[in-house]
């Protein structure tokens, strides 16, 4: 006998005999009310325990093999293989599996052929129902792949080849959906069943993403080379992972947006009269053999469903981010190991020792009266291929000394001193004035042209000089401009002039 179904607030319950029992809606048979078991339906389509028996024996990865191939072999023969196929099929794959024993091995069966043992073979998955032959009304002998069969292959190579983690927006749109309040007021109940859809898929990605850290953690583990090491950490785990799914899920904020949709549920759905009425009216319109209460309950499981599932999001989350840093601390620890047990000259460094350890066995080197011939040990030279400038030099510490003060007291001699030293030092400088001094100095007025050649450099002063006339050529303080003969004639060899103690490409001198 179905008892109706009471609304208990957010936990609603099936109530047989005063004790409480969980509603599921879906394990609710039309008949009756007795929940349909999983293995009972399960069991009933593969007619028995031998359909996942050759899956979980000693001779699991032959099976698993003959099965991949047989499968793919019948995507392509939708009318069937035939008989004499599927046995070389098996045959081959026997080839490759030397190790697998019968279940009743006998003297005739271990003395057989490969093709003898694959006939067996196969009448072994037809009897598990992995393999049917249908009667046929001629001679020919087919064999199709089951299609429970196909589906269960299916799942194992996507369990083998698992696809990239990845992250998208199916949370952040749960979010989004429970904070439109359009939507809650129009479509309550079509909005609880996005959210539902959203939410199970988010999950199922975050499942995803803690599985592919655990598979990164194991490669990262299983590496016994550098290359090996760092190809994992750069070429998988940041441009599959980290950089992609990761740091989707970092941007998304979920800690700052669930609480709020988890409040959402329980304040403007569940504890709201006029969207429980709608969602309620909306189930009904759906099914309408479905009595009241049996509505209301179904609308407050799925609240409950949604809210639990949400709250779910975020443990999962910290365990992603403790898996990731777990990763990054492994390979750092791996990448470590292996620069200290790897390469060439730590190899020759161990056989060294060990050559030692065994000429020395029982005794302590030190303690040893005379040393037996050791093995040369043979150690790369060291160079700089860039010399003493590709290292770092540390800067040069000079130890304080102590400074001498000056006197507080001038007298007239130290300002005269001064003052010659400064006109010394003002003399000397190469300034546009000293430049302007030394045309106004040239014989001619304004618009005289005086050349290179003819420029009186008799002394040092007057070398200083020159530099100083060059130097300050172009700038705008200069009483005077040079002209080079090499810009008006630009493919001749230009002409030199030879001053005093120097060389120089011939020019011309004009007074402003």
Known sequence: MCLPVKAMGMNSALRFSGVPCPLDLRAIRTAGCAPVLLSTTLFQETRGTAFFRVLAGKNAPFYVDVLDALEREAVDRPDGMAREEAILIIAEVLERHPGIAFEEETETSAASSPRERGRQLLDHLIQSRWLEEPPRRDWRRTVHFDAH??????????????????????????CALL??????????????????????AGLNELRAMQKSVQRLTRRQLEENTLKGNLAVVFDDYSEQFSHACYGELVRARLPLRLPEAVRRIGVRLADDGGAMADMQTEVLRRN???????AQAKVRNALDELASLLEA?????????????????RSLSRFRYLQDVTGERRGEVRVFF???????????????????DLPALRLPEARLPAGLDSLYAPPLRR?????????DTVDDDDRESGLRDMQRSLRESLSVQRANAFVRALPGGKGARISSGELPLADERGFSDLIALLLHSQSSEARYRLEVEREAEETSTPAV?????????????IKK
């Open 149 to 174: 069969g196909s589906t269960l292959m299916a799942a194992l190579r996507k369990m083998a080849w698992p696809d990239a983690a990845v992250f998208t927006d199916k949370l952040i749109a749960v």
């Open 179 to 200: 904070a439109d309040e359009v939507e809650l007021l129009s479509r309550p109940w079509q909005v609880v069943e996005n959210c539902l859809s959203n939410v199970r």
């Open 288 to 294: 309408p053999a479905m009595s009241a209460e049996t």
């Open 313 to 329: 999001v975020l443990p999962m989350a910290d365990e992603i981010d403790r898996r990731t840093a777990d990763f990054t601390r």
């Open 354 to 372: 060990e050559a030692v350890n065994g000429l020395l066995a029982g005794r302590r080197l030190s303690h040893a009266p005379d040393l037996p």
């Open 399 to 407: 130890a304080p000394v102590e400074q001498d003060a000056f006197e």
């Open 497 to 509: 002039d030879s001053l005093p103690g120097c060389v120089v490409e011939r020019f011309s001198v």
